[in-house]
């Protein structure tokens, strides 16, 4: 086992400069002969050998020891550290008599403690520390990949990627080398991720023989991936047993199709011992499902997690169904509806090891949206939230958007009042699950600052009730060492309000969409409104806002318990920022905040077009401060996220304005 560096590639948080304070001493390791315990000890030597330190042999003085609690003979710095218990995947990490100390049950707590050291740099050496738990708040923390083999003709190799071409295939083949898939293993790990999905949730062609006939590249990714505690995942199409095992049925209920089932993922486990599981989207936007047979999802699901049971593994259930092909005149079908009404029913229903994958919210990853309701209707299944990473809806990698806040937002959210579970709770069984923004491009992420986000997604599934801000400033001490405080100050100034400033410029108070159908970068207020998709805002000349209400409207606010049924429900109580997915109002109506609607609308798309030239001009203070290359990239971005700003503010002021006859209160230029 060697730690991977890959050049060329940029090393995003974990740059050799991260490891210097451990690399520089005695670092003595008492693990294991299991792989995680080798790369922990890879990682030692690789740290040390840059550093000047010492790999210590037992016995010898160290001033940093990781033991795992079964090695004999702990020194008495660990023995220190016996309680609390390090549990599954967790450490305990104190500081006394010189000697820091990492103490965890299992070797992937004792790589996420040297992590955390790294994370600590100096601070790890410095005082005495009290013997503290870290444990995964989330038993799983996915990343699902939206990667085809091939080059789709629309979406391009990777669906809603904005970084390049996939890590694992090129080609149409699996790329020869694959150092950089374990470089990206060793980057998630230090966040805390523990799986990844490789593949597209629309399964095309090619990818469909990965479950089969291709199995040996699911393995070769595995191979890189597993020395750092990541277990590898499939999106697999419902109708495989068709287009796969030529039978002339998938119907979940059908003897054959489940021994189809149970004998592929007998082989799959053959191949791949640790293979994690199934991610499956079914009648959803074209996808086959259960439906086609009269079954229902839990049939679908169930079968799988039958077929997954034997070898310890899982099935990602997607609960993204609607229906993609509405008639846009018909005001009884509404979208955000349509997970809960398919699947609440059904709680209980969903064998353990079917975990039941849902969107944050409701609609489809957008800048604002309320908490999907059906994560907290389904007390007796195990959930999994599911985030974009990937910007799809939130600036493409071309915007700075620190979206660690939002995340946050979701994951302390509390269906049932205060003192009630929050969302992050409710998935502790299940996972937190994102669309990964990494693609083959030098920084990872296109944007560069989009690494923040990578960063943040495996800090929170890890420790939900981290701040954002915090985690942010973990992030930027990690990537720009020696940055100092210019460094530090700046980027907090771009991007710990950038999440709101995006909100700001692009479509107002929750209704959503008004981006250029197909891509979905760019505004484009009527883009949808005619169209299929359920994505709706309803502006006429006197309002704007979908009525949600049980009163008046389609009775989505019912989905939720009380409070939020109420709350949700009630013009007067409707949070300011999500009233417009609630109620449809005149645009002369007041706001808890004192202005219009549509001044509301005016004024914060002339604010954020203007705070997105702010955080362009702050970026200025950096020339010479970081690498002139990632300094070039970022500035390139911003002027197109200026650029794309004014357009939004510019497009969004005017349809409002001739669509209301309600002139800016404040005279500006619209045109
Ligand atoms: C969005 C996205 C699609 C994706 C879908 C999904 O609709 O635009 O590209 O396939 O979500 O989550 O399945």
């Known amino acids: 086992m060697t730690v991977p560096h890959v050049p060329g590639v940029h090393p995003a948080w974990l740059p050799p400069e991260a490891f210097r304070a451990a690399g520089a001493r005695r670092v003595l390791?008492?693990?294991?002969?299991?792989?995680?315990?080798?790369t922990v000890r890879a990682e030692v030597a690789d740290a040390c050998e840059r550093h000047g330190g010492a790999v210590a042999a037992p016995g010898e003085a160290?001033?940093?020891v990781l033991a795992l609690s079964s090695a004999g003979d702990l020194p008495?710095?660990?023995?220190?550290?016996?309680?609390?218990?390090?549990?599954?995947?967790?450490?305990?990490?104190?500081?006394a008599d010189g000697v820091t100390a990492v103490l965890a049950d299992d070797p992937a707590g004792l790589l996420y403690g040297w992590f955390e050291v790294a994370?600590?740099?100096?601070?790890?050496?410095?005082?005495?520390?009290?013997?503290?738990?870290?444990?995964?708040?989330?038993?799983?923390?996915m990343l699902d990949h939206w990667d085809n083999i091939d080059v789709h003709p629309v979406m391009g190799q990777v669906e809603r990627g904005y970084s390049g071409g996939s890590i694992f295939w090129r080609d149409g083949a699996l790329r020869a080398d694959l150092t950089r898939v374990r470089a990206y293993g060793r980057l998630l790990a230090a966040t805390g991720v523990n799986a990844v999905a490789i593949n597209n949730v629309n399964v095309h062609t090619a990818e469909a023989h990965l479950l089969t006939d291709r199995l040996g590249?699911?393995?070769?990714?595995?191979?890189?991936?597993?020395?750092?505690?990541?277990?590898?995942?499939?999106?697999?199409?419902?109708?495989?047993?068709?287009?796969?095992?030529?039978?002339?049925?998938?119907?979940?209920?059908?003897?054959?199709?489940?021994?189809?089932?149970?004998?592929?993922?007998?082989?799959?486990?053959?191949?791949?011992?640790?293979?994690?599981?199934?991610?499956?989207?079914?009648?959803?936007?074209?996808?086959?499902?259960?439906?086609?047979?009269?079954?229902?999802?839990a049939d679908g699901a169930n079968m799988l997690a039958d077929a997954l049971a034997p070898h310890g593994g899982v099935v990602y259930w997607r609960a993204f169904v609607y229906n993609h092909r509405q008639?846009?005149?018909?005001?009884?079908?509404?979208?955000?509806?349509?997970?809960?009404?398919?699947?609440?029913?059904?709680?209980?229903?969903?064998r353990e090891n079917a975990i039941l994958q849902v969107k944050y919210g409701?609609?489809?990853?957008?800048?604002?949206?309320?908490?999907?309701?059906?994560?907290?209707?389904?007390?007796?299944?195990?959930?999994?939230?599911?985030?974009?990473?990937?910007?799809?809806?939130?600036?493409?990698?071309r915007h700075v958007c620190y979206l660690g806040p939002m995340w946050s937002e979701v994951l302390g959210f509390r269906f049932r009042g205060p003192g009630e579970p929050t969302v992050a709770e409710v998935a502790a069984g299940g996972g937190l699950v994102a669309v990964s923004n990494v693609g083959d491009d030098p920084y990872w992420t296109g944007h560069p600052l989009a690494q923040a986000n990578l960063y943040a997604f495996g800090r929170l599934a890890w420790s939900p009730e981290l701040g954002p801000a915090a985690i942010l400033d973990e992030w930027i001490g990690l990537t720009f060492p020696g940055g100092g405080e210019l460094v530090r100050g700046t980027l907090h100034e771009m991007m710990d309000g950038s999440w709101e400033t995006y909100e700001r410029y692009t479509a107002p108070l929750g209704v959503g969409f008004m981006v250029r159908p197909g891509h979905h970068y760019g505004p484009d207020v009527d883009g949808y409104e005619y169209t299929p998709w359920g994505t709706y805002h309803f502006a006429d000349r006197d309002g704007v806002g979908v009525d949600r209400t049980r009163a008046t409207g389609t009775g989505y606010t019912g989905q939720y318990p009380e409070p939020w049924s109420q709350v949700y429900e009630s013009l007067a109580e409707c949070p300011d920022e999500l009233l417009l997915f609630f109620h449809h109002v005149p645009y002369e109506h007041v706001l808890r905040s004192g202005v219009t609607v549509v001044q509301h609308i005016y004024?914060?798309?002339?604010?954020?077009?203007?705070?997105?030239?702010?955080?362009?001009?702050?970026?200025?203070?950096?020339?010479?401060?970081?690498?002139?290359?990632?300094?070039?990239?970022?500035?390139?971005?911003?002027?197109?996220?200026?650029?794309?700003?004014?357009?939004?503010?510019?497009?969004?002021?005017?349809?409002?304005?001739?669509?209301?006859?309600?002139?800016?209160?404040?005279?500006?230029r619209i045109y």
């Open 29 to 38: 390791v008492l693990g294991d002969d299991s792989a995680l315990a080798a």
């Open 603 to 668: 004024d914060t798309h002339f604010a954020g077009a203007e705070e997105a030239a702010g955080i362009r001009l702050a970026w200025e203070k950096l020339a010479g401060s970081v690498d002139p290359a990632l300094y070039a990239r970022v500035q390139e971005r911003l002027d197109e996220q200026v650029r794309c700003a004014e357009e939004w503010r510019d497009q969004v002021n005017a349809y409002f304005l001739r669509k209301s006859g309600v002139p800016d209160a404040r005279g500006r």
């Open 217 to 297: 590249e699911v393995a070769a990714i595995a191979a890189e991936l597993r020395p750092y505690g990541i277990s590898v995942h499939l999106s697999v199409s419902f109708a495989s047993p068709i287009v796969l095992g030529g039978l002339d049925s998938a119907d979940p209920l059908d003897e054959s199709v489940r021994e189809w089932w149970a004998r592929t993922t007998e082989r799959v486990y053959e191949t791949i011992p640790d293979f994690g599981g199934y991610v499956v989207k079914a009648d959803s936007e074209g996808q086959p499902g259960p439906f086609a047979y009269g079954r229902s999802h």
């Open 76 to 95: 008495p710095a660990v023995r220190a550290l016996r309680e609390p218990e390090p549990g599954a995947e967790g450490f305990v990490l104190g500081r």
């Open 327 to 350: 008639d846009w005149r018909d005001r009884t079908t509404d979208r955000a509806r349509a997970a809960h009404d398919h699947f609440a029913p059904l709680d209980g229903r969903f």
């Open 62 to 64: 160290c001033d940093l």
């Open 362 to 397: 409701p609609m489809d990853f957008q800048t604002r949206e309320p908490i999907s309701p059906v994560i907290g209707a389904m007390p007796a299944t195990r959930l999994a939230v599911e985030l974009q990473v990937t910007q799809e809806y939130t600036g493409q990698q």
């Open 119 to 141: 994370r600590l740099g100096e601070a790890a050496f410095g005082e005495a520390r009290p013997a503290t738990a870290h444990r995964p708040a989330l038993r799983r923390r």
